[in-house]
Structure formats: C-alpha cells, structure tokens
C-alpha cells in the first residue's frame, strides 16, 4: 500500500472525528494475510480524552443479532438446528 493511499485514510478518519461524527476510528488494511497497514485516529469515547490504546476492546451492541443470525444459518446448513426446535433444547429455563 502507497504512503499516498495511508495519507488519505488518516485523513479521512480524522476528518470524520473532527466533524464529530465519531470519537474515535482504529483500522487495519490486510491483503492475502499480510498486514499492510494500521492506525487510529481520535479518543477512546465519547467522554474520554484519552487516545485509543493499541488493540483496544470495543462494545458491539447493535451488532449481536447480525452475529447470531449468522451463526444460525451455519448451524441449519450444518444440519445442528432445525427452525422448529423448541427453544427448551437449548435453554434449560424453557423446559
């Protein structure tokens, strides 16, 4: 990847944080395995002024359902779960 290429995603992250549409943005850019480049922009939240640490843990709230839906479908393709099961196969409390 071009020094060019990593200027214009710096700046464009930063922008974004100047512009107050997100506090922070970390990347990383791999190609066939290969780490290409990496880097943050901005603070570690909302009510921080701290940078964002190296390999720093992020909340992913509004991201659990896509997650799960995923994982369903492997499992029905995988033949692990049927779409009529009863919930108390897998939930204890449910029996």
Known sequence: MSNHRKNIMVKTAQRYVD???FSGIEWQV?????????????RAGCDSSAPIPNQAIYRIYS????????????????N????????????SGFK
Request: proline letters at 5%; charged letters at 10%; one cysteine or more.
């Open 63 to 78: 991201m659990t359902k896509p997650i799960v839906a995923a994982m369903a479908v492997i499992l029905l393709q995988e």
């Open 19 to 21: 512009a107050g549409t």
């Open 30 to 42: 791999q190609h066939r395995g290969a780490l290409c480049h990496s880097g943050s922009v901005g």
């Open 80 to 91: 692990r779960l049927h779409l009529f099961d009863p919930v108390a196969n897998f939930i």
